[in-house]
């Protein structure tokens, strides 16, 4: 028998080695999770690493069970680091757990852009296209006042812009934020409740959306977040609905951990679907994509296992004619939106990606090459990702307990939040 000469760890100190790699916990202005990578050549690669309302899960994940095992390892393997932690584990998939492993995977795609000396779009392809489509968030107590939000996000040259109000007749509702530009639903250290009804809200949202068209023409591109609170029935009624104003998507209609559901929801409805943010692998949403029951993924970096694991999950759905739009509200740090950049720019059958601007207190923190322009955001062009943690910065700002609010239907039952 032969036996097969471990390479995984080097014990020789070749400059690829991982010396050195540590959790740092952030709050400017929200809370975020970095974990950064060292080599012995000096090299640093940093992931974002932030579940939001669950931060310390994750930290503690990393610190305690990631970190030594990393320690030694060839920086430059990064697939196999990659099964390493998620075969390793034995406790496959979970957010906690395949955030860890994204962080991890996230900041070994840094290094290796840096040793390649190029951005890493390069090394995942080059580019398909010459910027990234984002899409922002347009949100008021009102329709009035939403139209107002819709006009300032189009005088920025966005192309695609999210659209959410309050509903008549509920005190308060997802998505609709006191800040615009800096939407944050974690906004106590413990949850605080909101009330749902989907009468109300099956029957305003049709009315906001014929307005909304009727002031801005056929090809402003307009989505929708439901937020996961319909059943397949209701969804259904919904996206009926709003055919006549031809959205690009409707956003988590139901809940999904019932892929089988969309069946429904498909049948009866030509709105296009789009789901993911709260999926972590390409095992929640293989039959959702295999079958045809979506049309657009919203998996992304942090949460989905790293830019090597969204990339398969993304070529699954090229062959089923899905297309990406990448999760990227404000609890993604900039990290996070640096590497999805680089896999948006990369592949064929990119969709939209989300943007939620950052505070400046938190790009302060985050120095980075990305930039926006004309509706369009664009990768850093430096070797690696193009983004950084300034640890000093980060220490200014201690983490704050905070959660994300809960949702309960009139009569006080628990509903979908
Ligand atoms: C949302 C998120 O951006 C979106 O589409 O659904 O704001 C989501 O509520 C948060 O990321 C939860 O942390
Ligand atoms: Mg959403």
Avoid at 94 to 116: F, Q, R
Avoid at 242 to 252: H, I, N, Q, V
Avoid at 344 to 372: C, S
Wanted: proline residues 6%; hydrophobic residues 40%; aromatic residues 8%.
């Amino acid at each position: 028998m032969t036996t097969i000469k471990s390479t995984h760890i080097n014990t020789s100190s070749r400059g690829v080695n991982i010396v050195n790699a540590r959790v740092i916990v952030t709050c400017p202005g929200r809370n975020f999770v970095t974990l950064k990578i060292e080599t012995a050549d000096g090299l640093t690669g940093v992931g974002d690493a932030t579940l939001n309302g669950r931060e310390l899960a994750v930290a503690a994940y990393l610190t305690e069970h990631v970190v030594p095992m990393l320690i030694g390892r060839d920086a430059t393997r990064i697939e196999d680091i990659w099964q390493f932690l998620y075969k390793g584990a034995y406790w496959r998939r979970g957010p906690v757990t395949m955030t860890a492993i994204a962080a991890v995977d996230t900041a070994l795609w840094d290094i290796k852009g840096k040793i390649a000396g190029l951005p890493v779009y390069q090394l995942l392809g080059g580019r398909s296209r010459e910027g990234v489509t984002v899409y922002g968030h347009a949100n008021a107590p009102d329709v009035e006042s939403v139209l107002s939000e819709i006009a300032s996000y189009v005088d920025l040259g966005y192309r695609a812009v999210r659209v959410q109000t309050g509903i008549p007749g509920l005190e308060s509702t997802y998505g609709v934020g006191g800040d615009k530009m800096f939407y944050e639903p974690a906004d106590a250290a413990l949850p605080t409740e909101n009330i749902w009804s989907t009468e109300h809200y099956l029957t305003h949202v049709p009315k906001m959306f014929a307005e909304v068209r009727a002031e801005f023409g056929p090809t402003l591109r307009l989505l929708h977040d439901v937020h996961h609170r319909l059943t397949p029935l209701e969804a259904a009624r919904l996206g009926r609905s709003l055919e006549p104003y031809a959205l690009t998507w409707m956003e988590d209609p139901v809940p999904a951990e019932l892929q089988e559901g969309f069946r429904l929801i498909r049948q009866h409805t030509t709105t296009p679907i789009a789901v993911g943010e709260v999926f972590n692998s390409i095992w929640d949403c293989q039959e959702l994509i295999t079958s045809q029951l979506i049309d657009y993924i919203r998996t992304t970096v942090v949460h989905a296992g790293g830019i090597t694991h969204l990339r398969r999950i993304f070529d699954l759905a090229a062959l089923y004619h899905v297309r990406s739009g990448s999760h990227g509200a404000t609890d993604l740090s900039p990290v996070c939106m640096a590497a999805a950049l680089h896999v948006d720019i990369a592949i064929p059958n990119f969709g939209l990606q989300e943007y939620m601007r950052h505070t400046p207190e938190t790009d302060e923190v985050f120095p980075h090459g990305y930039w926006f322009e004309g509706g369009y955001l664009h990768p850093s062009e430096e070797p690696g990702l193009g983004v950084d943690i300034d640890e000093e910065k980060a220490a200014r700002y201690p983490y704050r307990p905070a959660s994300l609010p809960v949702n309960r239907l009139q009569d006080g039952t628990m509903h979908s939040w």
